[in-house]
């Protein structure tokens, strides 16, 4: 591991254009639970699985289940940044790092400073009707109960993408411009296995692939480096 975190910290400092691309890993050490680590989402026991209630179908189908369940597990109060988040604000603003590409909906790497930001998969922090459109502040989802209602009747959504809806086509170029440009992929706190977003490491053309992940990923045998650990006790160390 020592070794790892030696050449990491020679690419990081040798490069002015490193990549970040992220999952929900990044912020478990804010407090937050992913979905596929043993004590994250899909190992709690609900109704139905994760990937069911945050369909399209089970919203259109069910939202009062929906939204309980939303506000319950994805909604974490007063959660902050942490050094993965602080670490990698701190590249961009030296220059070193071209953007962040994350699955997450959490906002953590805006509020840790980051500038440039691919929210593949949304916000929580952004909501609307979908039925008239109009924008929505979060706390009308989150400190309300039931399902919320726009005054057109609509029901107002988190700005979120859930299973069965498409990504956003221009995040999605963007972030494939980013990742193919890129001198240094880092790739860290995503179990690869949410699709199309994890395609986007067949995107990096490079030699220097890094994978910081706490388990196996189906990519490590791709990576240049592998580092099996904490993504915050890891960046925090460069
Ligand atoms: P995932 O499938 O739950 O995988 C997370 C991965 O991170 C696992 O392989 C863990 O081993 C690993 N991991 C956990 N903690 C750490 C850590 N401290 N350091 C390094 N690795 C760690 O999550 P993905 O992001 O791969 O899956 C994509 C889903 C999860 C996206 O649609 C997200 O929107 C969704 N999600 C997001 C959040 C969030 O915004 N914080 C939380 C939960 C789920």
């Not at 990549?19 to 190992?43: C, K, N, Q, W």
């Not at 699709?195 to 053309?205: E, F, K, Q, R, V």
Request: hydrophobic share 40%; proline share 5%; with cysteine.
């Amino acid at each position: 591991m020592e070794e790892a975190i030696a050449r990491l910290r020679q690419w990081t400092a040798e490069s002015d254009n490193i990549v970040f691309f992220g999952g929900a890993g990044v912020s478990t050490e804010s407090g937050i639970p992913d979905f596929r680590s043993v004590d994250g989402l899909y190992h709690q026991t609900y109704r139905f699985p994760p990937e069911t209630i945050l369909s399209h179908s089970f919203f259109k189908h069910d939202p009062a289940e929906f939204f309980a369940f939303y506000r319950d597990k994805l909604i974490v109060q007063d959660a902050k940044p942490n050094a993965a988040h602080l670490k990698l604000a701190q590249w961009e603003q030296e220059g070193k790092l071209k953007a962040v590409v994350t699955q997450n909906i959490d906002g953590l790497h805006q509020m840790a400073g980051s500038k440039t930001v691919l929210e593949l998969h949304g916000s929580v922090h952004r909501c609307y009707c979908e039925k008239c459109r109009k924008p929505y502040p979060e706390a009308f989802i989150n400190e309300g109960t039931g399902v919320p209602r726009c005054a057109c009747g609509g029901i107002v959504r988190p700005d979120v993408v859930l299973y069965e809806e498409g990504l956003d086509d221009k995040i999605m170029s963007d972030s494939i411009r980013y990742i193919q440009n890129a001198e240094v992929l880092i790739i860290g706190g995503t179990s690869l296995n949410v699709y199309p977003a994890a395609g986007l490491i067949n995107y990096y053309h490079g030699d220097k692939l890094v994978l910081i992940n706490l388990s196996e990923t189906p990519a490590d045998h791709l990576a240049n480096l592998v580092i099996h650990g904490k993504i915050g006790e890891v960046l925090s160390q460069l």
